[in-house]
């Protein structure tokens, strides 16, 4: 049986590239809400809506997804949002 493989374009914008890299370096919700400004439940909400943009199921995953995209090794300054494929 033959394998296909399907992408799908997500459009993260700066905020979102931002909240998907502190979730990679490993940092604790209570540190990723205050280095954004962010009361706790509202932090959980936008973690949950990230998750459900790339498909991922946890940190690791979404981890992984940051590193496909360039954001753990030096982000892309002057962006406002990226078109990526997951």
């Known amino acids: 049986m033959k394998s296909t493989t399907t ?3 997500v459009i993260l914008d700066k905020e979102q ?3 998907l890299r502190l979730l990679a370096t490993g ?3 209570t540190a990723i809400a205050r280095r954004m ?3 706790p439940r509202t932090l959980a909400r936008r973690i ?3 998750y459900q943009m790339l498909q991922a199921d946890n940190r690791f995953q979404a981890g992984a997804a940051a590193e ?3 954001l753990l090794s030096g982000a892309r300054t ?3 949002q ?3 494929a997951v």
């Open 68 to 70: 496909r995209l360039g």
């Open 78 to 80: 002057g962006e406002s």
């Open 27 to 29: 940092l604790p919700d």
């Open 17 to 19: 590239r931002e909240l």
């Open 48 to 50: 949950s809506s990230l």
């Open 7 to 9: 992408s799908r374009v």
């Open 82 to 84: 990226k078109s990526i």
């Open 37 to 39: 400004s962010l009361a």
